[in-house]
């Protein structure tokens, strides 16, 4: 059987055609009248009788040659090639039928899909990355092949119907070291039949049968790039910024602007639809180039598909078998053909008797083989008839090709051999002859969605104490920052708690972080510039983290580290409703009656919101110590409900959603250099005020040699050192309260015996004065003049009556 001539000789070549030569015997071809317009052979197959030797090492090669016809006769040979090793095209009558199940042999029941998801949970459960798939079931599955298509084993490199031979140019001496370059292809197939040596025996059935037509077709390529890594760079950074661009024929698409900066793992995620004729447009050309600022581009690297082969095989490569048949969704059925008619189809094609369904649907036989379809509904979504159903299955179990991602090798001309990374890819292939195809697979990259966190910072409790005040105390000035990790540019602080000497701390205080989240894949995205003169920005891929720390502020060295908290949002601890539950393992109910306490985390993005105590920790010695206890409130909204809500920063307007007021701190809880006396005031005097009082006191009584009071000490003191006349003669002067009243009214001169300063004056006493005294009471009166002005005991003096 011969396909036909093709790329490289039709540039050249007027009218052309084969001529097989094998063991003496050759074998010419109807020449191809057109090749620009059809490269095929008027005429598809044809026989050639040969003696060959039983032995294998003894066949003779096959030789091919590509002959033109032109004027006066002239027939150049522009392309040869030489077939050894003919005893792989010995056939061997084998049905591509499906396996030989025992009677009743039964589909396999779908099982319950409760969210479908995109494509991209389709594609991370194959890779096995199950933190970004969130699928309930993986029934749903896609093949991911590490490979190309064409180097499948089980697929047979997709040239079961035909395989292509590369033609070189006749002649012509080569360099050292040089390969020969192919000028052109030849696509067929060939195979050898053993004939009986009696003629009455009828030979052995043709393989080639329901041969697709020599005319070219036109169709509906769709190719699905997905992703890329492992690429060569090309900028100076070791990056590089790749695009993708897509030529079939004539037609080339792809556009320079949509290119993904500064990476060499770049996810495209894009789908091109191109329409071509094949054979005449069966080379597919995929190419990765580097984003330059200024034109030319550089080529990363290329891949080359033959669409030919995809569209003739029968391993039917031209579009993959989902394991579920869909009418809806993002898994909705593709094809043209319903899999009903592409079983059909598929007998046809491989000689096989046509499938036989039930009236219902629930039952077929093909290839010797029954297939049933269980009893009940489906349970995934948007199902189809179970004649569909079961015919798909069937069609599995033929071993077709499935839904797939083939993952392709890059090559560069400049660089032949060396593999310049590799790109993840697909291709459908439809005929225009069968009808319209189905909608397009959605591979559009998840886009994020907007998020606003909103944390308030409610109180403190334990926080560890790393200063000591004037007063020999321990103390702590507590403040509280945060941000999301990844956005340390969005770092905010609460005010200082001053002073605190327990570890507790007031702040009423909120943070507000906006952030950009994947649902589907629980990361943040953090686009960002790595450098000021960088064009593009990079995207970052992190956890939802928020990272708390507590501080002990200080004014003239750096700021203790008193601990840290990190909350990831998606999985939240459990909160304490109370200080005193809050550890960090969680404690055990005492209540056994009380039951579980609930799960151990929980998802924000889920609850909204959520209230308590979470343990603040410190590193020490290899191991984690509670350090602190952090009362918070965290709110998640989406940017619409955001702007509904509008909250500000700390206790700033809007101050809502909840209204904070200014936190109860205690009087001492204050700067010192804003009030140095106040500071005194609640640092030692508050303390130490007994202490204070005696030192003042002792150091106020070393200056006079007496010190009044109104206590009857200082009587008793006054009264030893008088001699006992002068006592005496003071309770005599001092007879009576009125009478010294009146006296100090109307005499400005002091009685006899006393100055005016109250100091009696002895003879010869030389100017010595004791200090001035007040009236005393009689035995048995009062005084009401003493300096104190309240009434005082009488005494006896010594010597009076």
Same mark, same amino acid.
């Given at each position: ?12 070549? =007027?009218?052309?055609? #084969?001529?097989?030569? $094998?063991?003496?015997?050759? @074998?010419?071809? +109807?020449?191809?009248?057109?090749? /620009? ?116 084993? =089980?697929?047979?490199? #997709?040239?079961?119907? $035909?395989?292509?031979?590369? @033609?070189?140019? +006749?002649?012509?001496?080569?360099? /050292? ?129 033959? @669409? ?494």
């Amino acid at each position: 059987m011969g396909s036909g001539t093709r790329t490289g000789i039709k540039k050249r070549m =007027e009218t052309g055609h #084969l001529e097989v030569q $094998c063991g003496g015997q050759v @074998l010419r071809t +109807p020449p191809i009248t057109d090749l /620009a317009a059809n490269p095929n052979f008027p005429i598809n197959a044809f026989l050639l009788p040969l003696h060959l030797p039983a032995e294998e090492e003894y066949v003779p090669p096959l030789r091919l040659r590509v002959l033109d016809t032109q004027g006066f006769g002239y027939r150049p040979e522009l392309g040869q090639a030489c077939v050894r090793g003919l005893g792989r095209f010995c056939w061997h009558r084998d049905h591509p039928s499906p396996p030989h199940p025992a009677p009743h042999q039964a589909a396999e029941r779908e099982e319950e899909d409760e969210d479908e998801g995109d494509w991209w949970s389709k594609f991370y459960a194959a890779m096995g990355d199950t933190a970004k798939s969130h699928r309930g079931t993986h029934r749903d599955s896609l093949k991911v092949y590490s490979c190309e298509l064409e180097a499948v084993p =089980e697929f047979e490199g #997709l040239q079961d119907f $035909c395989q292509t031979f590369p @033609l070189y140019q +006749p002649g012509g001496p080569l360099g /050292a070291g040089e390969d020969p370059v192919p000028v052109g292809e030849f696509k067929g197939l060939f195979r050898l039949y053993p004939l009986p040596e009696d003629p009455g025996v009828p030979p052995p059935p043709r393989h080639f049968q329901e041969l697709p037509p020599s005319q070219p077709q036109q169709c509906l390529v769709r190719v699905y790039i997905v992703r890329a890594f492992d690429l060569s760079p090309r900028d100076r950074n070791g990056l590089c910024d790749p695009y993708v661009r897509v030529s079939l024929g004539a037609k080339t698409l792809g556009q320079r602007d949509q290119y993904v900066p500064n990476t060499v793992e770049p996810v495209f995620g894009r789908m091109f639809e191109v329409t071509g004729t094949i054979p005449l447009d069966k080379d597919l050309r995929v190419s990765l180039l580097d984003y330059d600022l200024l034109p030319p581009d550089q080529e990363i690297g290329s891949t080359t598909i033959d @669409l030919e082969n995809r569209l003739l095989s029968r391993f039917r490569a031209h579009c993959g078998l989902p394991c579920l048949y869909r009418t809806a969704g993002p898994g909705r059925w593709r094809d043209q053909l319903s899999p009903s008619r592409a079983l059909e189809h598929f007998a046809r094609t491989q000689g096989l008797p046509a499938p036989e369904f039930s009236a219902d649907g629930t039952a077929v036989t093909f290839g010797c083989s029954t297939f049933l379809l269980k009893s009940g509904p489906p349970t995934h979504r948007h199902p189809g008839a179970p004649r569909e159903r079961l015919a798909l299955h069937v069609l599995r179990a033929c071993h077709l090709v499935p839904e797939h991602l083939e993952t392709r090798t890059l090559y560069n001309s400049t660089q032949p051999g060396l593999e310049q990374g590799k790109v993840q890819m697909w291709v459908d292939v439809f005929p225009a002859s069968l009808g319209p195809p189905g909608p397009p697979v959605d591979i559009t990259p998840r886009k994020p969605q907007r998020y606003e966190l909103r944390c308030v910072v409610w109180n403190t409790r334990d926080v560890d104490l790393r200063d000591t005040n004037v007063a020999g105390q321990r103390m702590s000035d507590i403040y509280v920052t945060g941000w999301l990790d990844g956005l340390e540019e969005q770092r905010q602080r609460t005010d200082v708690h001053y002073r605190s000497l327990q570890g507790d701390g007031s702040f009423n205080w909120r943070f507000v972080f906006p952030f950009e989240y994947l649902a589907a894949e629980r990361l943040c995205v953090l686009p960002r510039k790595e450098h000021f003169w960088s064009l593009d920005e990079t995207v970052q891929k992190l956890p939802p983290k928020l990272i708390l720390q507590v501080w002990d502020n200080d004014m003239f060295t750096a700021n203790d580290f008193l601990g840290v908290l990190e909350l990831e949002l998606s999985r939240l601890p459990q909160p304490a409703r109370r200080p005193e539950d809050c550890a960090l393992m969680p404690r055990a109910s005492r209540w056994p009656w009380r039951g579980a306490r609930g799960p151990p985390h929980l998802s924000l993005f889920r609850q909204k919101r959520v209230k308590g105590w979470w343990p603040c920790t410190v590193q020490e010695g290899g191991k984690r110590r509670l350090s602190g206890k952090l009362e918070l409130s965290l709110e998640l909204l989406k940017a619409k409900e955001a702007e509904e809500r509008p909250a500000g920063k700390g206790r700033e307007e809007p101050n809502m959603y909840p209204a904070l007021q200014p936190p109860l701190r205690p009087e001492g809880s204050f700067l010192w250099l804003q009030a140095p006396l106040r500071s005194l005031r609640y640092g030692l005097w508050r303390r130490h005020r007994c202490r204070i009082v005696l030192g003042l006191a002792l150091l106020l009584g070393k200056t006079p040699e007496i010190v009044l009071s109104g206590h009857e000490n200082a009587w008793a003191l006054l009264k030893k050192k008088l001699p006992p006349t002068s006592a005496a003669a003071l309770c005599q002067k001092s007879s009576g309260c009125s009478q010294k009243k009146k006296n100090k009214q109307k005499n400005t001169t002091a009685p006899l015996g006393w100055d005016l300063a109250g100091v009696r004056k002895h003879p010869g006493s030389s100017g010595v004065q004791r200090p001035r005294l007040p009236a005393l009471p009689q035995q048995g009166g009062c005084c009401r003049d003493s300096p104190s002005g309240c009434a005082q005991r009488c005494w006896d003096a010594p010597g009076t009556t």
